[in-house]
């Protein structure tokens, strides 16, 4: 991101995570907030938030050296909760409705992820790049945030939690717990670098307009 921090990157005039929060803030299904950041970004998150003024309690916390141990914090901080919808603040385009899609997919088996269906034809291969299988397209998911679960499943996951993982799905999977998939979007991306802040805004006035 050439130095410029995710998070706060301007976005339609807000920073990126004030628009994650104002998803979640508007969603009547959501009745606490932890937001989770780096020591170096506490005190500013804690600025926004009071700039902002939602009316639902957020709280922020410290996260750790892994994203685990960051969603294990969070954990920590949430009171007399039976679900949990864990999103990550670098996609600032999520919707009520997309979390409301996913606290009623969850019903089924207590685990539910956004994803959308892959476009492109994927290779793998090994080290040497020489490809080794071109799995079936119809079979793959881009598995996105929100990841929602019940409380007591997550909490477990994370109790049993020892190697890295990617997202929190992957340790509810490991744990022998069913993840059911639920329709995401493809405008819900991931900013990992300046362009990807490009599209999110193009896609913002697409939105707003």
Not at 2 to 19: C, E, H, Q, S
Not at 169 to 197: C, F, M, Q, W
Request: proline share 4%; charged share 30%.
């Amino acid at each position: 991101m050439g130095g410029i921090d995710k998070l706060f990157a301007p976005l339609g005039g807000k920073p990126a995570l004030a628009r994650v929060l104002d998803a979640f803030t508007s969603c009547d299904k959501v009745g606490q907030i932890v937001v989770v950041v780096s020591e170096k970004n506490l005190e500013r998150c804690r600025k926004l938030i009071a700039k902002e003024g939602w009316s639902k309690p957020i709280e922020v916390c410290a996260g750790g050296k892994r994203r685990q141990d960051s969603v294990a914090a969070g954990l920590k901080k949430l009171n007399d909760c039976r679900w949990v919808v864990i999103h990550d603040g670098a996609r600032p385009l999520v919707t009520k409705e997309l979390i409301e899609g996913g606290l009623k997919a969850a019903q089924e088996t207590g685990a539910a992820v956004a994803a959308v269906p892959v476009t492109d034809t994927i290779k793998i291969a090994g080290e040497d790049r020489i490809v080794h299988q071109t799995p079936p397209r119809q079979n793959l998911w881009a598995v996105q945030t929100p990841q929602v679960f019940r409380f007591d499943i997550i909490a477990r996951a994370y109790e049993r939690a020892e190697d890295e993982v990617t997202d929190d799905a992957s340790l509810v999977e490991r744990s022998g717990h069913k993840v059911k998939l639920y329709t995401g979007s493809y405008d819900n991306i991931k900013i990992t670098s300046p362009d990807d802040l490009a599209l999110a805004e193009v896609l913002s006035k697409k939105r707003e307009r």
